[in-house]
DNA sequence: TATGGCTCTTAACAATTAGATAACAATTAC
DNA sequence: GTAATTGTTATCTAATTGTTAAGAGCCATA
């Protein structure tokens, strides 16, 4: 099955993990887990998951705080959180989930349950975060259509020039190195020699001009403000 | 705020009806009210909201019950259903909202969980519900009639191939993934090998010419505007 | 219950095009 | 001036899409 996002859950009680893991990844989702919030935190930093599943009630490091230093950190902007309340606890302290949790789920956890609910986020998340288009100097770059505008005109770019320049005009001035770029526009398993990339830049300028794309000597590229 | 819905909730706790009642109302919904599910029908008969909140556990007419009835209901076609379950019940319980429930909401509930909720369930169905004929360039297709019309000419296509222009010209310019029309044009589990799709534009083209589907490859198929 | 016609799906092969690379030219930094 | 870096072009190939045909299933009608 193919993949469809990255979870991290972290729970105290193994089986638990054990058996939410082997549910989610059924279904299709990449799960990495963890016994305490502690450990999260590493694994959560290296994999950026796309949605944190977290025990409330956890032995060193709980849920509630776990949740509260994720949501203070700006690299998981785009991380959901999602609480899993054992149905004895009290709920007042869950009311303190305004730590900033998405949502929560509460025990004891059906399989079709917990997935369903999981798609139903993630789905959510995936729609906001595709970022339809964007409007920079004269250009409009539009993911709908896969086109860009300028004016009246519209210059079509292939695939990866056209993702080549959403990324750049992602964060126009910001330079962009190769290594970036190949993360970002070709994906983890990278198999190109990064001078394809200047390939993919010269076939920009061509369609668009040489005015948009900028070349910062021994470091990378950037969309010029 | 303009009105974006209305949705009937039955809960026979008159505070979080209130509760709820007054959070959607900000959310710019049109609420109505009910203790009970006997109380529920005549309401729901009249007023055809598009989505019932409805309270699995209720003294009069339960929330399983009531369920049962709206979905038998064919009045109620276009009618969502969401349980609000609250955390002490049973889930085996909740196992039986294959009564046919849309999704639902658990308590204690937070305001923003549920607008967030609602809004992305009732944007589904006013997709869903969308127009049942759409004029785009010279072409008009009708789904009334499951026809093509070309001036005076009429086109006859299948029902895949109507399906899959008419969501294709439901946004003319955007591109649609294949993946993005297995789920729409033939729903979520889908059996069919995504290369069918090319097959069914082959024959939309065939009959109605070049002009209306492009291509962008590595992406999928557009309404050319 | 045959028969023929339709739709849908798949597989196989052809055509096309995006993308990758290498090779060489030009430019820049030191 | 030289080495390093980037620009540019041409070529090849791997991936994607186009196209055709064949078979399965369905339904209406004889």
Same mark, same amino acid.
Not at 103 to 118: E, G, N, Q, S, W
């Given at each position: 099955m193919e993949n469809i996002g990255k979870i991290l859950v972290v729970d105290d009680e193994a089986d638990i993990l054990e058996f939410i893991s082997y549910n989610l990844k059924k279904e299709g989702y990449e799960?990495? &887990?963890?016994?305490?919030?502690?450990?999260?935190?590493? %694994?959560?930093?290296?994999?950026?998951?796309d949605l944190i599943l977290l025990d409330v009630m956890m032995p060193v490091?709980?849920?509630i705080e776990t949740c509260k230093r %994720?949501?203070?950190?700006?690299?998981?902007?785009? &991380?959901y959180v999602v609480f899993l309340t054992a149905r004895s606890e009290d709920y007042s302290? %869950?009311?303190?989930?305004?730590?900033?949790?998405?949502?929560y789920i509460a025990k004891p956890i059906k399989p079709k349950v917990l997935v369903t609910r999981l798609n139903a986020i993630l789905r959510r998340k995936i729609k906001e975060l595709a970022a339809p288009s964007i409007k920079v100097k004269d250009l409009h770059i539009d993911r709908e259509s896969f086109l860009i505008?300028?004016?009246e005109q519209k210059i079509q770019l292939a695939?990866?020039?056209f993702e080549l320049l959403f990324l750049l005009a992602s964060k126009?001035?910001?330079?962009f190195t190769r290594e970036n770029i190949l993360e970002k526009v070709w994906g983890d398993e990278v198999?190109?020699?990064?001078? &394809?990339i200047d390939v993919h830049i010269r076939k920009i300028r061509e369609k668009l001009g040489d005015e948009y794309i900028g070349t910062v000597k021994g470091v990378g590229y950037k969309f010029e403000v």
């Amino acid at each position: 099955m193919e993949n469809i996002g990255k979870i991290l859950v972290v729970d105290d009680e193994a089986d638990i993990l054990e058996f939410i893991s082997y549910n989610l990844k059924k279904e299709g989702y990449e799960v990495y &887990t963890a016994p305490n919030g502690k450990e999260a935190m590493p %694994i959560a930093k290296k994999v950026k998951p796309d949605l944190i599943l977290l025990d409330v009630m956890m032995p060193v490091m709980d849920g509630i705080e776990t949740c509260k230093r %994720i949501k203070a950190d700006s690299d998981f902007d785009q &991380t959901y959180v999602v609480f899993l309340t054992a149905r004895s606890e009290d709920y007042s302290e %869950i009311e303190g989930l305004d730590a900033g949790a998405d949502d929560y789920i509460a025990k004891p956890i059906k399989p079709k349950v917990l997935v369903t609910r999981l798609n139903a986020i993630l789905r959510r998340k995936i729609k906001e975060l595709a970022a339809p288009s964007i409007k920079v100097k004269d250009l409009h770059i539009d993911r709908e259509s896969f086109l860009i505008y300028r004016g009246e005109q519209k210059i079509q770019l292939a695939r990866k020039e056209f993702e080549l320049l959403f990324l750049l005009a992602s964060k126009p001035g910001k330079v962009f190195t190769r290594e970036n770029i190949l993360e970002k526009v070709w994906g983890d398993e990278v198999l190109v020699v990064d001078r &394809t990339i200047d390939v993919h830049i010269r076939k920009i300028r061509e369609k668009l001009g040489d005015e948009y794309i900028g070349t910062v000597k021994g470091v990378g590229y950037k969309f010029e403000v």
